[in-house]
């Protein structure tokens, strides 16, 4: 297949667009074959089945690189609460906050915990996604966490998505283990994770470092686990407070750090060392109203790369839009247009540890977005919406 009469953003080394105004591309057996201009297509291509993208816009397929997409329940009458004036405090008492996440999808079965993620996954390829990645988190008992892998692992058996699953069981203190967070970590997130990296549901570990979740020192007993086991790690660390989670990250070398708002520019040089990923997680920071801006400046300063996600999850980030997620990494983290479409592409692959995509180049796979879109820009503009013509997966045409 030909693709020709196209913009073609690359995502070039320097992490800048790479566009090439009027550019062409061959795909075969899956993969990217060539890129160039409409006027250096090599001869043996002019023969095949071609396609004239009209002045269409070719970008890598996005990629959502932190999720909570698996779960059960919603927390629409707890935001109504809040709205209305009721305290942290009281919702929780009437049931809410992760408490009641925790309880709904502990009652879910496999099967309704796919069937409920299902619409949020196909809102994110409706825009124009390849790949996303799912966690673990609201279960925290070992049958929950392994049917919220499993279930997650079933998505792609129904839909044209790549899945990349993170054990997140050291999200949050169970209330049973309300007073011993320690016994939770010992008793019940490391011997759940051994089980679900033997069942084979595990691409990566997560953890949550905050004053209200884990200390470092227990995350620490986590990242152990991982790395015997050969799994690459990533954290949650830096959004309400600085307690050193990014400094514990970088030294695992984690794949990402994510959130870190409150991430110093010593935490910017860790991660350039390490080589991690800053994840920065917009929709988390609208919905609670936050003020501390991560360190955007100190990022850019020691070249550390920059994703972005939605961090769709039923309480602070009810957001199921990846396009909204540029848009708002712009408007409230002041990247560029360009920093936030490279943050869906190439720079999201990496914080997944992922190599074959995020990028349009000669031997890579042939995930690719079609936009009725000039330039590039525009995807991180509008509001509201959506100019995706075409997914490609593989070098396949999808239905969204």
């Known amino acids: 297949m030909l693709l020709t009469n196209a913009q073609i953003v690359t995502v070039d080394d320097n992490g800048g667009y790479g566009l090439i105004a009027r550019g062409a591309l061959a795909i075969?057996?899956?993969?990217i074959d060539w890129v160039g201009t409409d006027d250096a297509i090599p001869a043996k291509y002019l023969d095949g089945p071609t396609r004239d993208l009209e002045g269409r816009l070719i970008t890598p397929a996005l990629i959502d690189c932190?999720?909570?997409?698996?779960?059960?329940?919603?927390?629409?009458?707890?935001?109504?609460?809040?709205?209305?004036?009721?305290?942290y405090e009281e919702v929780a008492r009437a049931g809410g906050g992760i408490v009641s996440t925790v309880s709904a999808t502990r009652e879910a079965t496999i099967e309704d915990l796919l069937t409920t993620a299902l619409p949020r996954v196909d809102a994110l390829l409706a825009e124009g996604v390849s790949v996303i990645e799912v966690k673990s988190g609201y279960g925290l008992n070992e049958?929950?966490?392994?049917?919220?892998?499993?279930?997650?692992?079933?998505?792609?058996d129904h839909r044209a998505v790549r899945v990349k699953t993170t054990f997140l069981g050291a999200h949050a203190v169970p209330t049973e283990y309300k007073d011993n967070p320690d016994s939770y970590i010992d008793d019940v997130c490391i011997p759940t994770l051994k089980k679900a990296h033997a069942e084979g549901l595990v691409d990566a570990v997560d953890g949550f470092c905050e004053g209200i979740a884990f200390d470092t020192d227990q995350i620490k007993r986590v990242f152990d686990v991982a790395r015997d086991l050969g799994l690459p790690v990533k954290l949650h660390a830096e959004q309400l407070s600085n307690i050193g989670g990014t400094k514990l990250a970088a030294a695992y070398g984690a794949l990402s750090v994510d959130h870190i708002e409150y991430a110093t520019e010593e935490d910017a040089i860790d991660m350039a060392k390490s080589g991690s990923v800053a994840v920065l997680l917009p929709g988390a920071f609208y919905t609670l109203h936050e003020t501390q801006?991560?360190?955007?400046?100190?990022?850019?300063?020691?070249?550390?790369?920059?994703?972005?996600?939605?961090?769709?999850?039923?309480?602070?980030?009810?957001?199921?839009?990846?396009?909204?997620?540029?848009?708002?990494?712009?408007?409230?983290?002041?990247?560029?247009?360009?920093?936030?479409?490279?943050?869906?592409?190439?720079?999201?692959?990496?914080?997944?540890?992922?190599?074959?995509?995020?990028?349009?180049?000669?031997?890579?796979?042939?995930?690719?977005?079609?936009?009725?879109?000039?330039?590039?820009?525009?995807?991180?503009?509008?509001?509201?919406?959506?100019?995706?013509?075409?997914?490609?997966?593989?070098?396949?045409?999808t239905a969204a």
């Open 28 to 31: 075969k057996d899956g993969l």
């Open 66 to 87: 932190h999720t909570h997409v698996v779960h059960g329940g919603d927390r629409a009458v707890e935001f109504e609460m809040r709205l209305k004036g009721a305290s």
């Open 143 to 156: 049958e929950t966490e392994l049917n919220m892998l499993r279930a997650a692992r079933k998505i792609a």
């Open 293 to 397: 801006l991560p360190p955007i400046a100190a990022f850019r300063k020691h070249g550390v790369p920059m994703a972005i996600a939605t961090d769709c999850n039923p309480g602070s980030s009810p957001l199921a839009s990846i396009l909204l997620t540029m848009n708002m990494s712009c408007t409230l983290f002041r990247l560029t247009p360009e920093e936030a479409l490279v943050g869906a592409t190439a720079h999201a692959a990496r914080a997944l540890g992922l190599t074959d995509t995020g990028r349009i180049k000669p031997g890579l796979r042939a995930d690719l977005a079609i936009w009725n879109a000039k330039h590039p820009a525009e995807l991180a503009y509008r509001i509201g919406f959506n100019p995706l013509f075409e997914r490609i997966l593989a070098g396949e045409s």
